[in-house]
């Protein structure tokens, strides 16, 4: 599946942004998606996932550092995904990437991201203080 991720861009701490990742290709729906950010001399890192629901139901994890403050949705209809952030923090501030892999079906591989074969591009968030 190719994925483009946008909606990106400079917010004020506090503020929110939602970010997009528009899919195409294989078959959307039966996919498990995952955001990631990656900041600067920092490995990338697990933000949120949503599986697809072939494996006992619908399941969403956060990192610990958004959980509340971000939540992550799929339209299937439109084959994207959002990720809704509020409250943004400095620390926050990455490139976001989004992923997506056919096989993931339990939560350990759900947040690693190599066990997805399918990235975006990576769309900027930046948080000023």
């Known amino acids: 599946v190719q994925l483009q991720a946008y909606g990106g861009g400079l917010v004020q701490s506090g503020g929110s942004l939602r970010l997009a990742c528009a899919a195409s290709?294989?078959?959307?729906?039966?996919?498990?998606m995952g955001w990631f950010r990656q900041a600067p001399g920092k490995e990338r890192e697990f933000v949120a996932s949503?599986?697809?629901?072939?494996?006992?139901?619908?399941?969403?994890y956060y990192a610990a550092s958004v959980k509340g403050r971000f939540t992550i949705s799929r339209d299937n209809a439109k084959n994207t995904m959002y990720l809704q952030m509020n409250d943004l923090k400095p620390e926050d501030t990455a490139v976001y990437y989004c992923?997506?892999?056919?096989?993931?079906?339990?939560?350990?591989?759900?947040?690693?991201?190599?066990?997805?074969?399918?990235w975006g591009q990576g769309t900027q968030v930046t948080v000023s203080s």
């Open positions: 290709g294989r078959s959307f729906s039966k996919n498990t």
């Open positions: 992923a997506a892999d056919p096989f993931i079906s339990d939560i350990a591989s759900a947040q690693d991201p190599r066990k997805y074969d399918s």
């Open positions: 949503m599986s697809w629901g072939g494996w006992g139901g619908v399941h969403t």
